[in-house]
């Protein structure tokens, strides 16, 4: 189901979780909850002062890959929820899985939620955690589950275990290892810890359910052995936890209130609760424990938000890297010229909601061209540049061109923002379209013989062109109307159809800039049987020259620009030099895919 944002009429800013945390706060579920200043155990918390933050959030991203749109969604979220609360959100790296994780990943994701608008500092607390960090309370933790007698270890082989764990249909069956004694099952733990069984031989599981109409409650693994090397504990550990066990412990130390994440985790709350009330009663955790919530994550047509998909995109060079303008990485995006204020528009347009969707890309482009449209200054660019000689207009003493000043306002809808000078001379640089020796109907542009206004300067008439020896257009003559210059009294006598927009050719700044258009031609890039590298759009990217008003030879690295019946343009954060910008247009002025 394709959603638009209007048929599904959330009002801006409102969604199901936000009820939530109203009626939470309205029985004042949190009011007795304790915060030592860090994370912690029971103890550790209980010794604490009264929270002062009314919510605590979190979110969690796993160190593996750069962050995506999709991640944008539930840093909105998130963070938006305990600044509108008066809560907190944490950033916490969720690194409990030892492969594939890195500090470059770590270091992006935190430039990237910043870019987006969010802290993570409260005075002089850091709420910035580590997962891993938590290693040592989840071996108490486990420890304590197998002497209550609420986690076994099992010898099972993996294939023996999926055998076993049964179908949606049919009731999985006990484990035989499934009653060891608690002593056995706390020295087999301990010797997984301490090296002594091979990778994958025992795994510790919770012992709930085996006829569990849940799956994920038939005694689900909880920690497994792996010898790997961890980027932030090292070789300290050969057992990990899995996913599923740690993520609540993580949430419960750090008193978090409301877990938010996507629907694939609904069938994982039972467990999620389970574990809850078992580190209750062991004394581990305090009341009010966490609570998870699931909403529907964000899938966009056009591009893949998927890591794995991602990772494959760069790793095979498909792109030119992790911020390659035409990825959904807010990397990229950033670099693209998409703004942190049309995600917020994006993410508050599109709404929360338990329901899964597809969300159509021009939605996220509208908001980038709504806010762009307030945010950028205008600017003229000639992108596909011909010669157009005023054939009447002076020359000095010297025989060269004379030039005069023009006035350009820099913001339609901003006066104040005043105008700027561009220089008018007598060899101009136009839009090779502007011109048509043999015009079709309805065009009221340049042709033999008709008038044109010349934005902010004269209106010309055209008196004829040159060609090279193929018949292409090389050069376009007029004359020009001296009473009729745009801002002086009369400029109006003569009454004209059309007005282009100009360059004087020896006022200008030619710069490379990077025509991007969709990634993807299909709008669900390998749906079907399809590779979805088979559907990337072979013409994602062209490099032109353009001929730019000599302004923006200074424009610095992440300016936004509208070029003038073009679109939006920004500066490119990596290639551009001092006095040399290269720019990566963001986004036409109209969706240019609609039919
Ligand atoms: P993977 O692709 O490896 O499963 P992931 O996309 O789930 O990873 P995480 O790093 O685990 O990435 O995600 C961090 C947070 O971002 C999670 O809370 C997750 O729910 C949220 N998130 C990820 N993708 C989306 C999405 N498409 N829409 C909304 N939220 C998302
Ligand atoms: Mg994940």
Request: aromatic fraction near 10%; glycine fraction near 6%.
């Amino acid at each position: 189901m394709i959603m638009s944002a209007e048929k599904e009429n959330i009002p801006s800013g409102s969604n199901f979780i936000r009820g939530i945390i109203e009626r939470d706060l309205a029985e004042n579920k949190f009011a007795s909850k304790k915060w030592a200043g860090s994370p912690g155990c029971a103890d550790h918390q209980k010794a604490g002062q009264v929270d002062t933050a009314k919510i605590r959030t979190r979110f969690p991203p796993e160190p593996n890959g750069y962050l995506h749109i999709g991640h944008a969604k539930s840093i909105f979220l998130n963070f938006g929820l305990a600044r509108d609360y008066e809560g907190i959100c944490h950033l916490r790296f969720d690194d409990t899985n030892p492969e594939k994780e890195s500090q470059e990943y770590v270091d992006s994701i935190s430039e990237m939620v910043s870019w987006l608008g969010f802290g993570w500092e409260n005075g002089k607390e850091n709420n910035l955690y580590y997962a891993s960090d938590y290693f040592d309370f989840m071996y108490q933790s486990a420890e304590a589950l197998i002497t209550h007698g609420h986690a076994y270890v099992d010898s099972q082989t993996a294939d023996e275990m999926r055998i076993n764990r049964g179908t949606l249909t049919e009731a999985g069956k006990d484990s035989p290892y499934r009653n060891r004694s608690v002593e056995e099952n706390l020295t087999l733990f301990r010797e997984m810890r301490d090296g002594k069984h091979a990778d994958g031989s025992l795994v510790l599981r919770a012992k709930i359910d085996m006829a569990s109409p849940n799956i994920n409650m038939r005694d689900p693994a909880i920690y497994r052995i792996r010898r790997a090397h961890h980027h932030n504990t090292g070789d300290t550990w050969c057992i990990y936890p899995m996913y599923t066990f740690a993520h609540p412990i993580e949430d419960a130390l750090e008193q978090i209130t409301h877990s938010i994440c996507t629907l694939e985790f609904e069938d994982q709350r039972p467990f999620y609760d389970w574990l809850m009330e078992r580190l209750v009663e062991a004394g581990l955790l305090c009341n009010p424990v966490p609570h998870q919530y699931e909403f529907a994550r964000l899938n966009l047509t056009y591009v893949v938000l998927s890591k794995r998909k991602l990772i494959q995109l760069v790793e095979e060079k498909h792109v030119s890297g992790w911020d390659d303008p035409r990825l959904p990485t807010l990397a990229g995006a950033r670099r693209r010229g998409y703004t942190p204020a049309g995600f917020k528009l994006f993410t508050d347009r599109i709404g929360v909601s338990k329901a899964d969707s597809w969300i159509e890309y021009t939605i996220l482009e509208d908001c980038m061209r709504e806010v762009l449209n307030i945010d950028a200054e205008r600017r003229i660019a000639v992108l596909d540049p011909i010669k157009l000689v005023i054939d009447n207009y002076p020359l000095d003493s010297n025989g060269k061109s004379q030039s005069e000043d023009c006035f350009a306002p820099n913001h339609p809808l901003k006066p104040e923002l005043g105008k700027r000078v561009i220089q008018l001379s007598k060899e101009l640089w136009i839009e090779r379209e502007d011109f048509m020796e043999v015009p079709s109907k309805g065009f009221f542009r340049l042709t033999p013989n008709g008038m044109v206004r010349m934005r902010y300067g004269y209106v010309v008439k055209c008196t004829g062109c040159e060609k090279d020896a193929q018949g292409n257009v090389t050069v376009v003559h007029c004359e020009y109307l001296p009473d009729t210059k745009s801002g002086t009294p009369g400029s109006d006598s003569v009454k004209v159809k059309g007005n282009i927009h100009w360059v004087s050719a020896a006022h200008a700044y030619e710069a490379d800039i990077r025509m991007y258009d969709r990634l993807f031609k299909e709008a669900n890039p390998g749906s079907g049987d399809r590779d979805f590298l088979d559907d990337i759009n072979p013409n994602s990217v062209t490099t032109i020259k353009a001929q730019l008003e000599l302004a923006l030879k200074e424009a610095k690295p992440a300016e936004s620009f509208q070029f003038e019946r073009h679109g939006y343009f920004v500066v490119d954060r990596k290639d551009s030099l001092a006095g040399k910008p290269v720019f990566n247009r963001t986004v036409t002025l109209r969706d240019a895919w609609q039919k």
